[in-house]
Every structure is written in C-alpha cells, then in structure tokens.
C-alpha cells in the first residue's frame, strides 16, 4: 500500500488569549501551529485543478480565526477544533496538528505543545 500524499502547513503565527489563567486571557500570546494533512495529490496534480486538493491559503485563514477567535481553556481543546477544521476539507483523509506556546509566567521552560491526530472515521 502506498502511503498518502502529505501537506505540510508549518509556523502559522496568530495571537490568541487561550489559556486557564486570567493573566494568560487577558494578555494572550502568539500561538504557533503546524498541521500535516493526509490526502491522495494524484487527481490534483493530474489535471493541476486547486479544486481536488487543499487549497493551503484558505485553511489557514480558518485556522487562524479559530486561533484569533473565542478563547478556550486549554491548547487541546484549541488543537482538537484546528484539526477539525482541517478534516472539513474534502480531500483530507487524516490531520496531525500541533499547537505551541509559551508557558506562564514564573515556569522555566521554553514551550509547551500539544499534538492531535484525527482522521474521518
């Protein structure tokens, strides 16, 4: 068996204020996201039709308002719904998402991440 095609979408930079503290809430933070997308590329690139594949600009402009819009508790939380939003598109059979931060004040390390993979069931 041939292992699917892959799309990688690295570094995506957006401003949320997700977090479980008021601090976090209140000042918010950039929270950088990478999302690798499973799907078969031969069709699109076949007939070079954007229609039969992901089209990487419109998604990270959904997955930036998800970033940008209603705070949420926790990274997971935020990584479950990017990875959604990512099985939304057609062709996507399987998503791996990761979310990065940085941790809250007063913790001594140089980020946090959370991983999610999904995929249509």
């Known amino acids: 068996m041939i292992e699917p095609d ?3 979408l690295r570094g995506l930079r957006i401003f949320g204020r997700h977090g479980p503290t008021p601090l976090e809430r209140a000042d918010g ?3 950088i996201t990478d999302a690798v997308l499973w799907l078969d590329t031969a069709a ?8 039969l594949t992901v089209d990487y600009g419109v998604l990270a402009s959904q997955l930036a308002a998800l970033i940008a819009g209603e705070p949420v508790a926790l990274i997971e939380t935020l990584a479950h ?14 998503v791996e998402v990761t979310v990065h931060k940085k941790p809250a004040a007063g913790v ?14």
């Open 81 to 94: 719904r990017l990875a959604l939003a990512c099985l939304e598109q057609a062709a996507v059979s399987q």
């Open 44 to 51: 699109a690139a076949a007939g070079d039709d954007l229609t």
């Open 108 to 121: 001594r390390l140089d980020g946090i991440s959370v991983t999610v993979r999904r995929s249509r069931t």
């Open 29 to 31: 933070q950039d929270f």
């Open 6 to 8: 892959r799309i990688h």
